[in-house]
């Protein structure tokens, strides 16, 4: 037997009522097998950073600032 046929055998063995949570397992399964899929770029546009608009430009005094009693 496969391993395709064995878990359709323990699929086929369990309640209808059932298979909704096992077919979300599967689906959480391969949404972070994609996920894992992407390379690094892909990971770094995801990042967000809240900043003024002028923060690129004025970086040295933002960086500069005394940000301890946050």
């Known amino acids: 037997m496969t391993v395709k046929e ?21 689906k959480e399964y391969n949404h972070k097998k994609d996920s894992s899929k992407k390379g690094v ?3 770094i546009k995801q990042i967000k950073i809240q900043a003024p ?3 690129s430009i004025n970086f040295d005094y933002y960086s500069s600032q005394d940000n301890s009693h946050e």
């Not at 064995?6 to 599967?26: C, F, G, R």
């Open 6 to 26: 064995l878990i359709q055998a323990e699929i086929d063995k369990i309640p209808e009522t059932e298979l909704n949570e096992v077919y979300q397992l599967i």
């Open 53 to 55: 608009k002028d923060f």
């Open 41 to 43: 770029l892909s990971k």
